[in-house]
């Protein structure tokens, strides 16, 4: 999450179907499809205890899914551009089971001089496709990402091309919880917003409870008895907003008379509750997570190795928890597959090299067996479902990318849904159907191998 991921430097170093709406549907989607599964395929969307919720970006586009956005989100940060030699992903999206309407031509070749294909997050099939994913490997459900830069203005809630996109896709994600049985959640990413738009983040919420009533959904996760909704980017230096800004708007969410009474979720630093590093001072923002219901501190990024992830957990996550225990809230926990932003920052100060080893999925598993067995953790948010710039998504990625100047990333050799199936397997054993242990689980029959 983050608007390059927000627009400028990610969050590794700081590091959301009952409702039927009237939408454009671009060309090359299909039309709606009727929800199919089963009652019993359907998640219970009434707590987060026992659940892994992937974040969801669904930012990327390309100049001819009829968005007019560009290449957004698979363009370099600095040049803007999409060819070889500069990009702004790490790994290549495998699209062996997308259909043609769902694939775009880019300018990359693949070894055998085929031309490689993206796909656009505008397409309501691929978001689909997505959510059915979820469903075959047992993944809970999502927080859609909503950027305040992107959906909010000086003068209130913005209603431009951009704005319109991102509600888009948030419909996609709506018709892909509900025809999957997954469940979803919005959460609103702070970064980069000047403190005069707090007002406007209240006005997109308004908007979206009373015009799209998101809140009717059976699908829209809950805790405690009430719809949660996630403040990404609280407790952080160097923000335009404070604790002042933030609280109004915690206040709003939990008492406004017709679109409060929320369960209030809060992305904070890894060190918020010390103050260090990238955090603000605990005294300056006490009050601010007392407010909350849900304390979830951003890791991606902070530490790297399984010694270093079974540290986090027995010094920093556990005093956290208990914490958290002590004062009557929850812990939600982030964990993340490894990081690489080679692309995104090429010829940039800001650190290109910066380089976290998958090891094959066992640096995840460690992260989810110490937070689990040792730190307490009940529920975990995991980092991310579709982060292709970063390097830390867990969707199908090909091991047959484009060659070239640009250098991409592969699985090595693992199946491409390696990481769905992973993270399906660390579900289980958070909800507690199945014990964690260090070792990676067995795979009886693992897909087969991309090619």
């Not at 009237?22 to 090359?28: G, M, R, S, V, Y």
């Amino acid at each position: 999450m983050n608007n390059h991921k927000k627009k400028k430097s990610p969050r590794v170093i700081e590091s959301m179907a009952a409702g039927v709406f009237a939408l454009t549907i671009t060309a090359c989607e299909k039309s709606p499809r009727q929800p199919a599964e089963s009652a019993e395929n359907r998640g219970d969307s009434s707590t987060l205890t026992g659940k892994v919720m992937c974040g969801y970006q669904g930012w990327f586009r390309t100049p001819q899914d009829g968005e007019e956005l560009g290449w957004k989100h698979y363009r370099n940060q600095t040049t803007g551009e999409f060819k070889p030699g500069q990009a702004g992903i790490e790994f290549w999206p495998d699209l062996s089971e997308f259909a043609e309407h769902e694939r775009f031509d880019t300018g990359f070749r693949h070894a055998d001089g085929s031309v490689a294909q993206v796909f656009s997050s505008a397409v309501k099939d691929t978001v689909l496709r997505h959510f059915q994913w979820m469903e075959q490997y047992g993944i809970d459900g999502v927080f859609v990402q909503r950027f305040a830069t992107e959906v909010t203005g000086k003068n209130g809630r913005a209603d431009d091309a951009t704005a319109r996109s991102v509600n888009r896709v948030l419909q996609h994600c709506r018709e892909g919880a509900d025809l999957h049985g997954r469940t979803y959640a919005v959460m609103y990413d702070l970064t980069s917003m000047s403190a005069a738009r707090i007002a406007a983040v209240k006005d997109d919420w308004r908007y979206l409870v009373k015009d799209r009533a998101i809140l009717s959904d059976e699908a829209y996760q809950k805790h405690a008895g009430r719809p949660v909704v996630a403040l990404w980017g609280v407790g952080f230096k160097g923000r335009d907003y404070g604790p002042g800004e933030v609280g109004s708007l915690i206040d709003f969410l939990k008492n406004d008379p017709d679109c409060g009474g929320l369960t209030v979720m809060l992305g904070v630093p890894t060190y918020w509750r010390t103050g260090d590093r990238d955090a603000g001072p605990f005294a300056d923002w006490e009050k601010i997570y007392q407010a909350a219901d849900i304390i979830s501190p951003w890791t991606v990024g902070r530490f790297k190795g399984i010694n270093a992830a079974s540290n986090y957990a027995s010094n920093i996550a556990k005093p956290d928890h208990e914490w958290c225990v002590a004062n009557g809230k929850e812990h939600m926990p982030v964990v993340f597959p490894g990081f690489s932003w080679s692309n995104l920052k090429k010829d940039t100060n800001e650190n290109p090299d910066a380089f976290i080893d998958r090891k094959g999925g066992r640096f995840l598993w460690s992260q989810y067996d110490a937070l689990v067995r040792t730190a307490g953790a009940t529920m975990v948010y995991q980092a991310m479902f579709d982060e292709l710039d970063e390097g830390t998504h867990i969707f199908k990625s090909t091991n047959n990318p484009p060659v070239g100047e640009s250098r991409f990333l592969t699985y090595d050799g693992l199946p491409a849904d390696h990481y769905l199936w992973l993270v399906g397997e660390a579900t289980r054993r958070v909800r507690g159907e199945e014990p964690f242990t260090p070792e990676l689980p067995a795979r009886a029959n693992p897909a087969s191998k991309t090619e």
